[in-house]
């Protein structure tokens, strides 16, 4: 016998302390299921429970040949979605990301048509007029991709309409890096341990949230490299952000140095410390340490305004200049289009590797012993 449609039942349910909650019932293997939706605080009416319970009689009949004759939302996709997909699949910062771009963005608009209704053209249109960032519009963009896939996959759709939109993700600005001398002025005005998490990043292209996450472990003084394995993001440990950026760094001697000068005044200085702990043997805050103490010292320094970012940008930008080649720029940046046969390899660093960053390494710190020569002969 074939199963049925199950449109479920749908009663508020009446509660001696506290407000009234609407109820979802439904049968499963011939037993009565019930699960609680919401209370009428939150869902003032009937209309709003029926979309709340939408992606549980989705669910609840995805194996019933006449779920295709009936209609859902993209709201109700977005629901399953991310308690299907994202809760499973995805870390909890990505899951926060994912929540934040479908309710201030994707769900006010799309969230009451019917996901076959939506078109190419209409999404098009939407993104080009829409009043934000070209960044903000192509992660817009992406996720309704990742969106409309999992519902290809769960066959509520046959196509991804998605696919056809055109969002251009070229900056309209340039991304702003350094020059050597601007990094060792700046330098000159930071005391530590903020200086060398400043020469770090800047000598080894490192995201702040891979900088703040570096531990002793990680770095080998012996064969000189850095292991990247971990992030900090939003309070939590957790992987790097692609495969990709997960990899094996060649530590130039000069930066080597530095970091064993600073472990021998840091008193977190074990194995499973953090490089740059704070005072609890916590990470540190990056935000705060940029708004707080590089800032500041940035435009003491006459370098204008910076960002973390700004480092990697400065590590890319001379690599370039020093004639490095494209292939090897990649590798070092660990960017999520790396595939070339160096993955194989996962702790190896090439000389080609080793000799580009040591290249960046030196003239940075060229310039930073220019500056500390001139503060001494004017002293």
Same mark, same amino acid.
């Not at 490095?324 to 993955?343: G, S």
């Not at 090439?350 to 500056?371: I, N, Q």
């Given at each position: ?12 349910? !009446? ?20 699960? +609680?939706?919401?209370?009428? /605080? !939150?869902?003032?009416?009937? $209309? ?5 319970? /939408? ?43 994912? &929540? *934040? ?22 999404? /098009? ?7 934000? @960032? ?34 251009? $993700?070229?900056? &309209? !600005?340039?991304?702003?890096? &350094? ?7 700046? +330098? ?20 702040? *949230? ?13 064969? +000189? ?5 971990? @992030?900090? #993001? ?6 790097? %952000? ?21 472990? $021998? ?14 005072? @609890? ?17 940035? #435009? ?29 720029? %990649? ?21 080609? %590797?080793?000799?580009?960053? @040591? %290249? ?17 002969? *004017?002293?």
């Amino acid at each position: 016998m074939q199963a049925r449609y199950q449109y479920g039942n749908l009663t508020l349910r !009446k509660r001696k302390k506290g407000p009234d909650v609407w109820q979802f019932r439904w049968m499963e293997n011939r037993k009565l299921k019930s699960v +609680l939706i919401g209370t009428i /605080e !939150k869902l003032p009416t009937e $209309a709003d429970a029926q979309r709340a319970v /939408e992606h549980l009689r989705i669910a609840i009949n995805a194996q019933v040949p006449q779920q295709q004759f009936h209609s859902v939302t993209v709201g109700a996709l977005i629901d399953r979605f991310m308690e299907e997909h994202a809760k499973r699949r995805c870390r909890r910062n990505t899951w926060k990301n994912y &929540l *934040s771009l479908f309710n201030k963005h994707i769900r006010p608009r799309w969230g009451g048509q019917l996901i076959q209704n939506i078109k190419p053209m209409a999404i /098009e249109g939407w993104l080009e007029s829409y009043p934000h @960032s070209r960044q903000v519009k192509v992660h817009i963009r992406t996720l309704m991709h990742i969106l409309y896939q999992a519902a290809v996959r769960w066959e509520m759709v046959d196509r991804n309409p998605v696919d056809l939109v055109r969002q251009s $993700a070229k900056r &309209l !600005k340039k991304p702003r890096a &350094l020059m050597p001398a601007q990094v060792a002025a700046l +330098l000159g005005r930071l005391t530590e341990p903020y200086r060398t998490m400043v020469i770090t990043a800047a000598c080894l292209g490192l995201r702040v *949230s891979e900088l703040v996450a570096l531990k002793w472990a990680d770095v080998d003084f012996q064969s +000189l490299t850095v292991k990247v394995v971990r @992030s900090f #993001v939003r309070g939590e440990i957790n992987p790097t %952000k692609t495969e990709a950026s997960e990899s094996t760094l060649p530590l130039d001697g000069g930066l080597a140095d530095a970091l064993l000068v600073h472990r $021998a005044k840091s008193a977190c200085n074990s194995d499973s410390d953090f490089v740059f702990a704070g005072e @609890s043997g916590k990470v540190r805050w990056p935000d705060a340490i940029l708004a707080d103490y590089l800032k500041p010292a940035a #435009v003491k320094a006459g370098v204008g305004n910076i960002g973390w970012h700004t480092f990697r940008h400065t590590y890319s930008t001379l690599l370039h200049s020093l004639g490095t080649t494209p292939a090897v720029q %990649k590798e070092l940046l660990r960017h999520a289009d790396i595939r070339t046969t160096m993955n194989v390899y996962t702790q190896a660093v090439s000389e080609e %590797k080793r000799a580009a960053a @040591s %290249k960046v390494a030196k003239t940075l710190y060229e310039f930073v012993l220019a500056g500390q020569s001139e503060v001494t002969a *004017s002293s």
